[in-house]
């Protein structure tokens, strides 16, 4: 079973956070939500989470992967945080998953790791990620960094962390099961 960490900081987009604790807790991922403080974390729209466990608790290195949501103030307090970054450039450096959707990509690029590397994000952010090689897809994955543009992107966003382990069919089975295949005709 995979194990990932979710980070979330006062701020952060409710959608793009559940919505991947969500798939990956049906696709049998350990995920856990990970704050930066407090346990109990206020979103971007008043939604107050409580997280599993706090990034002061100890070592997450034993972990798959990092999933970082936007919202803001979100994904400005979770750059300003050197747990935060140090955490992103030992997943990174290890080959580990590194994920991030809408202005959290801006978490990479202070960290340091997007330099030549294909990504996305919130469109407002483009210009923030002046290392990168900015695409517009809706997810892009370059090596173990994998990034999306926003809320209305988020199942993709998860379903794609479920390719990078190698779950296809667990997604294709979500994907069926969550009608998100009849979404994608309609559009």
Same mark, same amino acid.
Not at 150 to 168: D, H, Q, S
């Given at each position: 079973?995979?194990?990932?960490?979710?980070?979330?900081?006062? $701020?952060?987009?409710?959608?793009?956070?559940?919505?991947?604790? !969500?798939?990956?807790?049906?696709? %049998?991922?350990?995920?856990?939500?990970?704050?930066?403080?407090?346990?109990?974390?206020? &979103?971007?729209? !008043?939604?107050?989470?409580?997280?599993?466990?706090?990034?002061?608790?100890?070592?997450?290195?034993?972990?798959?992967?990092?999933?970082?949501?936007?919202?803001?103030? $979100?994904?400005?307090?979770? #750059?300003? !945080?050197?747990?935060?970054?140090?955490?992103?450039?030992?997943?990174?450096?290890? $080959?580990?998953?590194? /994920?991030?959707?809408?202005?959290?990509?801006?978490?990479?690029?202070? /960290?340091?790791?997007?330099? &030549? #590397?294909?990504?996305?994000?919130?469109?407002?952010?483009?210009?923030?990620?002046?290392?990168?090689?900015?695409?517009? !897809?809706?997810?892009?994955? %370059?090596?173990?960094?994998?990034?999306?543009?926003?809320?209305?992107?988020?199942? /993709?966003?998860?379903?794609?962390?479920?390719?990078?382990? &190698? /779950?296809?069919?667990?997604?294709?089975?979500?994907?069926?099961?969550?009608?998100?295949?009849?979404?994608?005709?309609?559009?």
């Amino acid at each position: 079973m995979k194990k990932l960490i979710i980070m979330l900081a006062d $701020g952060f987009e409710e959608i793009e956070a559940l919505t991947v604790v !969500d798939v990956l807790r049906r696709a %049998d991922f350990e995920c856990h939500m990970v704050a930066l403080g407090e346990l109990e974390v206020r &979103g971007s729209h !008043d939604i107050v989470v409580k997280a599993d466990k706090s990034i002061t608790e100890g070592n997450f290195f034993d972990y798959d992967g990092v999933i970082l949501p936007g919202g803001m103030p $979100g994904a400005k307090n979770l #750059r300003e !945080d050197i747990k935060v970054i140090e955490l992103v450039k030992e997943f990174y450096a290890s $080959g580990k998953l590194v /994920a991030a959707i809408c202005a959290a990509p801006i978490v990479l690029e202070k /960290a340091g790791i997007v330099s &030549g #590397r294909s990504v996305t994000s919130y469109p407002s952010f483009k210009d923030e990620l002046e290392h990168s090689l900015y695409k517009e !897809d809706l997810v892009v994955r %370059d090596e173990n960094i994998l990034t999306s543009r926003g809320p209305a992107t988020t199942l /993709a966003f998860a379903y794609e962390i479920l390719n990078y382990f &190698g /779950a296809e069919d667990t997604a294709e089975n979500l994907k069926e099961g969550m009608v998100y295949n009849l979404l994608k005709e309609k559009i």
